[in-house]
């Protein structure tokens, strides 16, 4: 082992559920949603109605099209927990990378698990409710920081568990774990990836505050970094920054499993975290209603259809990316470019892996135009730019507000962006 790999090992962390994580975070002291075994007790408040984005994302009118059936999402964690009430028969078969005792099922903090039911959870027995509930997940589970510290692990598991996920039949990747360095094999295996085929998301970490320096993998080009907002749809003040930020999701104010007990929720910051598990659910809804497209073309019509308000166009945030994700504007209104299958949007260049058939070419042609701008308006939300200018944001919800989306292809640059 290197001595470049052992600091890999020792700063990666998962980032933004627990409070002992480097990532900065607001972990609720004083309340938790009671949730033991099968059911919450009498009068307990389930994890869902704290789940503040759902209604604005117009997730019941989604759900009605598509709920992501079709599509398994890989999510590199700490493991999954697959007998919750809310994962019930939504797990299926992983990998656990980490070299150590247990399996990948074995959630050894909560974490992965939490991530988990963000993007398919069920919703069963007052658990938190997927955006893609119809999706499956596929754990793939690696170690944080703290247990590399205490055992001899696999230091190459995060690389292994992103060629195994591109070996798989998952299409998307979700990774709310991060580090500060590059490393060759993790790079070469998410070029890899992206030559089968796959969709990958990953977080850009919650120092802002601390450093605010590039985390990996979010950091490579073939990875859309994911940036997290709060309820007002402003950017997490700290959520990380810069041009690695992609997108941005959902992410503060979010109920978490407590720890690895599995015994009630706790409210906190799930920071990039939960963004990163919302926005590849998002991806999932799109994927599961256009089922002939390629990674590019779902990724394409999540940047045009993501809230940026009045933008210039071609101007990405370094706090946003392209804007906040919107996936009904695609699942309702049937807007979004989905481009070139096989041309990337984050790169633009040509990707291996990304044949489309003739009905996915066409789709952009067929999209059914808007019909009315104010319910447009209403499902999007409206945009909102800080005075300071620091940070651009979307409300979700609230005002309507006529959201400028683009005739066409939005241009993909990703130099142009504002402070």
Request: with cysteine; hydrophobic share 35%.
């Amino acid at each position: 082992m290197t001595a470049g790999m052992s600091q890999t090992r020792k700063r990666r962390t998962p980032l933004g559920a627990r409070g002992r994580l480097l990532g900065t975070m607001a972990v609720a002291a004083a309340w938790s949603v009671g949730f033991v075994g099968a059911a919450p007790p009498a009068g307990a408040v389930d994890a869902q109605s704290k789940q503040w984005y759902l209604e604005p994302m117009h997730a019941e009118e989604m759900w009605k099209t598509t709920t992501g059936e079709g599509v398994t999402v890989a999510v590199i964690d700490t493991g999954v927990n697959p007998d919750t009430p809310s994962l019930k028969g939504q797990v299926v078969k992983g990998l656990d990378a980490t070299g150590a005792e247990g399996e990948e099922t074995d959630d050894y903090s909560g974490h992965g698990t939490t991530m988990a039911e963000l993007i398919a959870g069920t919703g069963q027995g007052g658990g938190l409710k997927g955006l893609a509930p119809g999706a499956k997940i596929m754990p793939m589970r690696v170690a944080d920081a703290e247990w590399q510290t205490k055992e001899s692990l696999n230091s190459l598991d995060t690389t292994d568990a992103i060629r195994a996920a591109a070996d798989s039949d998952a299409k998307i990747i979700s990774m709310s774990f991060g580090n500060d360095f590059k490393l060759d094999q993790e790079i070469e295996a998410v070029k890899y990836a992206q030559s089968k085929g796959k969709l990958f998301f990953a977080a850009v970490g919650n120092e802002a505050k601390k450093g605010n320096k590039p985390v990996y993998p979010a950091a490579y080009p073939e990875v859309v970094g994911v940036g997290a907002t709060d309820r007002n749809g402003e950017a997490s003040d700290t959520s990380q920054h810069g041009d690695f930020v992609d997108i941005a999701g959902p992410g503060e104010d979010l109920p978490r499993w407590c720890d690895e007990n599995f015994e009630r929720y706790c409210q906190g910051n799930g920071g990039t975290s939960a963004a990163t598990a919302i926005t590849s659910a998002a991806a999932a809804l799109i994927w599961s209603a256009h089922p002939d497209w390629t990674a590019n073309q779902v990724l394409n019509v999540l940047f045009d259809t993501a809230g940026r308000g009045d933008w210039e166009k071609g101007t990405l945030s370094n706090y946003l990316g392209h804007g906040i994700i919107r996936p009904a504007v695609n699942i309702l209104k049937g807007t979004g470019d989905p481009g070139a299958p096989d041309v990337s949007p984050l790169t633009q260049e040509k990707t291996a892996g990304s044949t489309a058939s003739p009905a996915a070419s066409a789709s952009a042609s067929s999209q059914p135009e808007k019909k009315d701008k104010a319910e447009d308006a209403a499902m999007a939300g409206s945009s909102t730019e800080k005075s300071d200018g620091s940070q651009l944001g979307l409300i979700l919800g609230g005002v309507a507000v006529v959201l400028v989306l683009g005739g066409g292809a939005f241009a993909l640059v990703r130099k142009r962006r504002t402070a």
